[in-house]
């Protein structure tokens, strides 16, 4: 483990996890890469009032927000909590999203700057949110692209509720809108009700490197939006990567964000020099990360060893400023031994099984679900069923809790279980929207 941060900014560290022997003819490395920022929440204050963050809040105000009348007076409340919690000098605005992308505040382009004043005129505008016509999401994510790109914030983020399906946009717009926002702003997507689609919001969310959650209840909006803004306003560092180098020979399998979240990085690496590539992880604050790393490297013979792959934490410029050399965070080494000791080369990290599992877990409940909507009995009884085994052995009580809902617990342990005969829209969907969420390894 090393860390080369400046004093001044949010500390980084990187530590590796794995079984580092392979037996004779063993390719495949596995290892986590645990990454942490310390320090970000005393730098905040100072970069906040210096205006190095910009949010746009998109609020859907299609025709469905009105039934019940509650989703948009949940969603006026909510998006004024969070205009609330933006700290002075934060750039900022709300759009309205329909079949359209309206700018509610402050209009003309532009991005208004956090201030007692700002704020008050933007809670204003919000009275006059109403409902009407249709939801095509990708025209409120390229507004939001136009106004967070004039501004010369670090952190750029975006807020996104809707109530409903993408209906009135081909999926291949939307696709390629999340397509040309990567990289460019991070976004938080929430669904409000019961009536959107999983896999919209997860996408988005995804995509764009944020989090997603159904609230299921308006009333409880303005609660977990002033939540997404503090978290928002703690994050000091934006734009880090995950640079893995492989010697030659050598080669990345998948690159997967663990915990808090799964998310597979794979497809998103761009080239950073000889066998070098980087994988976006977003923006930072105090927190940390897990990565599952897999390496295939070449045959050796017994009492060799090499480097892996080194795992490396960057900022693309120094201080971010394209053209320039990476300023390096952190950073740790993948090692590769091949042994003849059977114990030591089969033994498994126990960092690299938990996740392993935290990661077979979101698939299963997935699949699980994806065969009860297809009325597969019997295919959505074993993978639920499996995930609730997964769920119990690695302490996932939250996700256990949520499987409760949608089958009866037989043997936790066995895995059996049997399906529920009538399941609340709510219950299914939180489960398939937070499948993903994982617990990080308890470490002795």
């Not at 980084?12 to 929440?41: C, K, M, W």
């Not at 080194?310 to 590769?336: E, H, I, K, M, N």
Request: aromatic content about 4%.
């Amino acid at each position: 483990m090393a860390n080369f941060a400046k004093p001044s900014a949010p500390r980084f560290s990187v530590e590796v996890y794995q079984n580092e022997f392979l037996p004779q003819g063993g390719r495949d490395v596995h290892a986590i890469v645990t990454v942490t920022s310390t320090g970000g929440a005393t730098a905040t204050r100072a970069t906040a009032a210096q205006g190095t963050a910009a949010v746009v809040i998109m609020v859907d105000c299609s025709g469905s927000m009105e039934y019940p009348p509650e989703k948009m007076r949940g969603a006026r409340e909510a998006t004024a909590a969070a205009v609330d919690t933006l700290r002075d000098g934060t750039s900022f605005a709300v759009i309205a999203g329909t079949h359209v992308a309206k700018e509610v505040y402050p209009g003309q382009g532009r991005l208004a700057v956090a201030d007692p004043v700002t704020r008050a005129q933007a809670k204003e505008a919000l009275r006059g949110l109403s409902s009407g016509g249709g939801t095509a999401i990708g025209t409120w994510l390229r507004l939001a692209d136009g106004l967070l790109r004039q501004a010369p914030a670090a952190i750029r983020h975006g807020i996104l509720l809707t109530d409903g399906r993408n209906e009135h946009e081909d999926p291949a717009v939307l696709r390629a809108t999340l397509d040309a926002c990567a990289g460019r702003f991070t976004c938080d997507a929430r669904g409000v009700g019961t009536d959107w689609e999983v896999k919209e919001v997860t996408g988005i969310a995804s995509a764009l490197l944020g989090s997603a959650d159904i609230v299921a209840d308006p009333a409880h909006l303005a609660e977990d939006f002033t939540r997404m803004m503090e978290n928002v306003m703690g994050k000091e560092v934006a734009d880090v990567a995950l640079r893995l180098w492989t010697p030659v020979g050598a080669e990345i399998q998948y690159v997967k964000q663990v915990a808090p979240a799964v998310h597979d990085l794979t497809d998103r690496r761009t080239e950073a020099g000889p066998r070098a590539g980087d994988y976006p992880t977003g923006s930072w604050g105090d927190e940390s990360r897990d990565y599952h790393v897999c390496v295939r490297v070449p045959n050796a013979s017994v009492g060799q060893e090499m480097l892996a792959a080194r795992a490396t934490l960057v900022l693309p410029g120094a201080a971010g400023t394209p053209g320039q050399s990476p300023l390096v965070l952190a950073q740790g080494l993948v090692r590769a031994v091949w042994t003849d000791d059977l114990a030591a080369s089969t033994a498994i990290n126990p960092q690299v099984a938990h996740y392993t599992g935290q990661a077979e877990l979101a698939q299963a409940i997935q699949q699980g679900l994806e065969a009860r909507k297809l009325g597969d009995v019997d295919g959505a009884t074993a993978k639920l069923g499996r995930a609730v085994q997964l769920a119990s052995a690695s302490g996932n009580a939250d996700t256990a809790k949520l499987l409760a809902k949608v089958v009866d617990v037989v043997d936790a342990a066995a895995g059996t279980v049997r399906l529920k005969a009538k399941v609340a829209d709510a219950d299914e969907m939180t489960l398939e929207t937070r499948s993903t969420q994982t617990v990080r390894v308890k470490k002795s």
